[in-house]
Each structure stands twice: as C-alpha cells, then as structure tokens.
C-alpha cells in the first residue's frame, strides 16, 4: 500500500459532510475584515472561513493593507504562529507559490499558510501535526516503502515525543529520508 492509497481510504472512512471530529474551533471576535462564521460544525466553518479568506487575497492587490491582514489572521491568529520575524508576513503576502515554494523547508508552517490562501484547491498546510500525521500512518497502515516526511518542531508536548519516536523508527526499519516536503494536493 502506498501512502497515497492510505491517505484516500483513511479520507473515505473519515470525512464526510459535517466530520464532527474535526475540533479546530475559531475565534470569531478575531476574524478579519468583517468577515463573519456562517452555521455549522467546526469543520464546515473552517471550511468556509478557507474559502472566504482565499476569494478575499486573491482579489486583493499584492501589497496592500488587506492582502497583509488577511494573511496575519491565516498564519499568526487560526494557525497559532505569532513568532514570524518582523517584514516576513509582509515578505509571504508579496510573494507567488512559486517564490514561497523556493524557500525550502525554513518558514514552511507559515508560508504554506499562505499558500494556502493564493489557492486552497491546490495547496495545503504543512506543519508539525502534518508532519506527525503522513509519518504516522505509515506505521499503522504498513506502507510498502516508507519515507520519513521532514519532522518540524513543536511547542506541543505529544507532537514532540512523537518526532523523537517517529525518528526512532525510521532508522530502525530503514525508512528513506524525504528531502521534499508534499506542499501541493495532488488528488
């Protein structure tokens, strides 16, 4: 089995149309520019928070004041990273996927965040629990040729033991070393 083919049934088996697993829960009185959460459970809020907020960057110009709030929420407020440098998010709301992309793994949590917002169709979040997660299943669905996805660092306690196991197991069982990271869907 590959991942790929892992990932697909794990999807069928678990998302469906209100996926009340899912607990990602918003803060609605940070929400940008007016922006407001329609009905729903948490999954099909955020869904649609995604969806507002890429209409919104992608019809806003490069370098303005919007395209920067937006991005701020998207990154610093839903995804918890407030420790950007300061100009970084100015630096991400400038750039093309392809730019962002060009940075390599330095900065991933937050600028596929923002890739993210240029087209949520395409791309998606690359970030500790990401990470945790695609290595992870590789363990419990014994994927045929396993490969370490890049392992990032956390704040979060059980993500970090699971980094320190993940690695563990990968030179044990002789798992390939993953130098690119999956930043674009391509299902």
Request: charged share 25%; hydrophobic share 35%; glycine share 4%.
């Amino acid at each position: 089995m590959t991942l790929f083919e892992a990932l697909r049934d794990f999807s069928f088996v678990s998302v469906n149309h209100d996926n009340k697993w899912y607990q990602w829960q918003i803060n609605e009185t940070s929400l940008p520019l007016s922006i407001k959460l329609l009905p729903g459970t948490n999954y099909q809020q955020n869904h649609k928070l995604k969806e507002e907020l890429h209409l919104r960057f992608k019809h806003s110009a490069q370098n303005s004041v919007e395209r920067l709030s937006l991005l701020n929420y998207y990154i610093s407020e839903w995804g918890g990273i407030r420790a950007n440098k300061e100009g970084k998010l100015e630096e991400y709301a400038k750039s093309a996927p392809i730019d962002l992309i060009g940075r390599g793994k330095d900065g991933i949590a937050s600028w596929s965040k923002a890739l993210v917002l240029h087209n949520p169709d395409k791309y998606a979040i690359y970030d500790a629990r990401v990470a945790v997660s695609l290595n992870c299943l590789q363990v419990d669905k014994q994927i045929t040729k396993k490969e370490l996805y890049p392992l990032l660092p956390s704040r979060n306690k059980k993500i970090e033991k699971a980094n320190t196991r993940l690695k563990h197991i990968a030179v044990v069982d002789g798992w390939q070393k993953r130098n690119s990271i999956p930043f674009m869907m391509s299902i």
